[in-house]
């Protein structure tokens, strides 16, 4: 900054504050902001030619790893985004699975058990909203499943909850044996 005041455009902040901005950053974005500077193109072109003017490093950059490790500042703690909505939005499968791994539940299908791989490949567990309004993210509402045993639920993608065989009612309850009573239920 000259002179106390933000740099207008057009004016070249000296290059103590670009050798500071970019010392004491570790992304071009942040470069900018401790500049005053918009995040564009063009002002990140500019901080670009500056950097190259003044012989500058920027091997401490992260690039777009700036945030790895990090918890986001702008990420809903689990007693948000567990509870029943209103607002007519669907909380997205990220939020849940971040919310439902901080309440402890385990990264398992609650159904088979099969962890978060697959024959020695990753595979994303969805959640299931048990009761089929996809409104009610309360942690007694959710559960994870493999895809398998999801696309096996009367919720998934064209049921309703009123459309569960008793045996299905009763095994989702934890009162069948096992996972073959609800199969012959459906045959």
Same mark, same amino acid.
């Given at each position: 900054?000259?002179?106390?005041?933000?740099?207008?455009?057009?004016?070249r902040p000296s290059? %103590?504050?670009?050798?500071?901005?970019?010392?004491?950053?570790?992304?071009?974005?942040? #470069?900018?902001? @401790?500049?005053?500077?918009?995040?564009?193109?063009?002002?990140?072109?500019?901080?670009?030619?500056?950097?190259?003017?003044?012989?500058?490093?920027? #091997? +401490?950059?992260?690039?777009?790893? +700036?945030?790895?490790?990090?918890?986001?500042?702008?990420?809903?703690?689990?007693?948000?985004?567990?509870?029943? %909505?209103?607002?007519?939005?669907?909380?997205? #499968?990220?939020?849940?699975?971040?919310?439902?791994?901080?309440?402890?539940?385990?990264?398992?299908?609650?159904?088979?058990?099969?962890?978060?791989?697959?024959?020695g490949r990753p595979?994303?567990?969805?959640?299931?909203?048990?009761?089929?309004?996809?409104?009610?993210? @309360? @942690?007694?509402?959710?559960?994870?499943?493999?895809?398998?045993? %999801?696309?096996?639920?009367?919720?998934?993608?064209?049921?309703?909850?009123?459309?569960?065989?008793?045996?299905?009612?009763?095994?989702?309850?934890?009162?069948?044996?096992?996972?073959?009573?609800?199969?012959?239920?459906?045959?």
């Amino acid at each position: 900054m000259r002179n106390g005041a933000p740099f207008g455009r057009g004016i070249r902040p000296s290059a %103590h504050d670009v050798r500071e901005a970019v010392a004491a950053s570790l992304s071009l974005r942040e #470069a900018l902001r @401790r500049l005053g500077r918009a995040d564009s193109g063009a002002q990140r072109a500019n901080l670009r030619r500056w950097i190259t003017e003044d012989d500058l490093s920027t #091997a +401490h950059f992260l690039g777009q790893a +700036h945030q790895r490790g990090r918890t986001s500042p702008t990420a809903k703690r689990p007693e948000e985004v567990l509870v029943r %909505h209103s607002n007519g939005r669907r909380t997205a #499968a990220k939020q849940l699975h971040r919310a439902l791994r901080a309440v402890g539940v385990p990264d398992e299908c609650a159904r088979c058990g099969v962890g978060p791989e697959w024959l020695g490949r990753p595979m994303t567990l969805e959640v299931d909203h048990i009761s089929g309004d996809w409104s009610d993210d @309360r @942690r007694e509402n959710l559960r994870l499943l493999c895809p398998n045993c %999801h696309a096996t639920t009367t919720t998934w993608c064209r049921g309703a909850p009123g459309t569960m065989t008793r045996s299905e009612r009763r095994w989702r309850n934890g009162d069948a044996a096992d996972l073959g009573s609800v199969a012959l239920d459906r045959a």
